[in-house]
């Protein structure tokens, strides 16, 4: 373990760098989004949420962003593939980390924070 | 009125104490602590049902990935690749990661439904497995949302009609630790592990079921290689059949004191005595006897190794390896201490299942009764010997008993229970000690109410009777010197009687040469008269025929008649 962390050394150092470097390409560069939005037939959580998020794309995402909407009556199979537990749930698979979001999407700041589109993530409020 | 449906478990005794299987068509709770076996409860249900009644099942997981599952039941024999690729399983892992969900306004558990409801589908399942559930309380925080959409779940199982068990987790006061017991309400099964005295014992409780009758006891249950195995040894009931045939004890003395036949088929024969007084050895000879006869026994050893008997037994002429390698013996060798009097009963009852053996010994049970307390340990037996009595086993049990108090503590215990009861006891006297053997009690049979000494030599055992006599019981060598004594006092009493005899035989010799003497004088003597009489006859025919010649010569007119034959003349005249 000592070992590692000695050879580690000077990468460590400059990693900072390469993170800094990192953060400033992402604000420079467009990133392309993967969205998935599995809703369950045509309930009124499924439409708010397909309003929602395709509201957000287009405010904030336009051009750059893939949305699939996937209903999982009709290919239950998928449901099982991506973990879908609730519905409607949204999935960002890319820019990575992956992340899910449930519910009609009402809240848009906390998405939006999710989605990383905003830099500050306002406190969530219990 | 129609009685409830069930589906069949296939897992050993729950059906039985379930009067048939779980509901069918409804879901079933299990709950119980950590590591109780709910999950592999919940498995071999599915692979059961799979493999016994053709019902395929879902398996979904909340916790454990479906590699995993397949991993930790590759282990227990279930191979469920195989299952899965013949249609008949379907595992589905839920991964719930809180850390990557957001909560953003109203949502419901479609996905999950859907999942299920396709899993069930696809395969045409009948039934579900939900394991455990209660994760989903960890992955969402509006509870609120959450129960009603459990209760939207359980809905929808049932208009499946699919036969569901739900695990859950032991709360503090609850069943489980979000109350699911709320949500299903037909049966509710209730595992438990506990520990008293460092021995784990895993139990089963059937907490409720509606509609239907079950065993409200806790019952004990064990996780081997061959998955679960609930023995539902209880309350079976004093209607066991009574066999006449009788079983030889391998001791032909033995079998004298016993009516002269040995023991009844299927009875339970309890051996006590302090160390070292030949219990096992007894044993041993009964076991001989029956793998001899062809018979299957099974042997649970508590104290010695299987290696260990055998070799013992070799110094009594007894070969059991011969009968071990024919397969008509086998041993179960486990140290008391191993698990609980509960673990032991199951253990033996599945031993005795698979090997369907005609005679049991269990070596010593008094081992056994160290681990419990009494009423445990009576409440244990009786279950024991109820089991054995109702298959027709002959249980020969030895019971090490302490010096003192010994028969009283069996008494308390185990006594009543059993059907012939021999009691092997030290004879200590003068310096010595030797075994004694009695018949304390045999049922239905007359039997010998004597002290026989029992003695181990190298062609086994052999009973002889003791020397009771003025001085007492006598055994060993003291009872050998006792026999010598009166060994010579038999044999000077009869030199004596001979001498006697010889005696008198003399005597009448002697009386009969007298006989013969006086009966040699007396023809003697008879000879002497006889010859006189003819002298005598001779003499006077003479003296006539003199007297005719002198008449003669004298020239008398008329010879006269000689006097005897005037006289002949004169009385033949007068007649």
Redesign the interface.
Known sequence: MTKDTDNSKPPIQSSTEVFEQAMLKKELQDEHYILRL?V??I?P?SQ??IDNVQKICESYLQGRYVLDIID??QQ??Y??QS????????IKELPLP??????????TE??LA?LEIIKKPPQPTE | MQNLLKTPTGIKGLDEITDGGLPQGRPTLICGGTGCGKTLLAMEFLVRGATQFNEPGVFMSFEEKSDELTKNFASLGFDLNELIDQNLLTIDHVHLDPSEIEETGEYDLEGLLIRLGFGIDSIDAKRVVLDTIEALFSGFSNEAILRAELRRLFRFLKDKGVTAIITGEQGESTFTRYGLEEYVADCVIFLNHTVYQQIATRRMRIVKYRGSAHGTNEYPFLIDQQGFSVMPISSLGLDHPASNERIPTGVPRLDTMLGGKGYFRGSSILISGTAGTGKSSLAAHFVNAACARGERCLYFAFEESQNQIIRNMHSIGIDLGQWVEQGLLQFQNARATLYGLEMHLVVMHKAIDQFHPSCVVIDPISNLIATASEAEVKSMMSRMIDYLKMKQITALCTDLSSISGSLERAEINISSLMDTWLLLQILEARGERNRGLYVLKSRGMSHSNQVREFILSDDGIQLRDVYIGLSGVLTGSSRDNQEAKDLAEALDCQQQIELRQRDIERKKLAIEAQILALNTQFEAEKDDLIRLINKEKLRNDTLLLDRQAMAKLKQADKPSAPLSTIKNNELGASK
Not at chain 1, 83 to 90: D, E, R, S, V
Not at chain 1, 98 to 107: H, N
């Open positions: 599995f369950a037939g309930t959580n708010r949420a999982i009556y239950p199979s449901a099982k973990q879908i537990i609730a519905a409607p749930t949204l992956l992340r899910k979001f449930i519910g009609d999407l009402s809240k906390q998405i999710g």
